[in-house]
């Protein structure tokens, strides 16, 4: 079969579920660095963000004929991920950290400019602490909508929850945030 690269997503995953190789790995390079981005960001460990994605994948793969195309196939599979990342966090218990990346993410939570890389750092440090304190429930809608930018219908799809309660989710958030790091808030 000659490897065709602009077939659609239906005909890709038709041509996974009945043992296409190719098909079957470019699924899975198209999923991993989504999927491995968000189980890194709700886990806060590269090693599990590795096994969770690695996990999520073979399960992805395996659960292919069960996707209705209802959503995309990158929102499904991401919703597995999450699946699989709050399992994670159930099983071990342990003290989870939320990496904040550089740049307009931490805009979309808090508008303050600071003056030096140090405070910069202690900024880093007392958001990642706060957004680990949320319920998972919470942490979840600010890892998708605020850090990885989804939308609000994306993020709705993703957690299989009601537009308006990612909304409320999102605002109870970050109300939580305000409270936990009052003093560096600024009002818009």
Do not use: C
């Amino acid at each position: 079969m000659k490897h065709d690269e602009n077939i659609s997503e239906k005909e890709l995953v038709e041509r996974a579920i009945s043992g296409n190789k190719f098909a079957i790995n470019r699924i899975v390079r198209y999923l991993q660095q989504p999927i491995g981005r968000i189980a890194l960001e709700i886990l806060g460990n590269k090693q599990d963000a590795e096994d969770i994605t690695q996990e999520a994948l073979i399960q992805v793969i395996k659960k292919l004929k069960l996707f209705r195309g209802e959503s995309s196939l990158k929102t499904w599979a991401i919703r597995i991920a999450i699946n699989f990342s709050l399992n994670e966090i159930k099983k071990k218990k342990q003290k989870l950290w939320v990496k904040i990346r550089e740049g307009k993410d931490q805009d979309l939570i808090l508008n303050v400019a600071l003056p030096s890389e140090q405070e910069n750092m202690e900024l880093k440090e007392a958001l990642n602490k706060a957004i680990y304190k949320l319920d998972i429930k919470y942490r979840s809608v600010v890892v998708l909508r605020l850090i990885e930018g989804y939308s609000v219908k994306e993020t709705s799809k993703i957690l299989d929850i009601a537009e308006g309660t990612v909304l409320s989710r999102l605002s109870r958030a970050q109300q939580k945030l305000k409270k936990d790091l009052k003093g560096l808030w600024i009002e818009r």
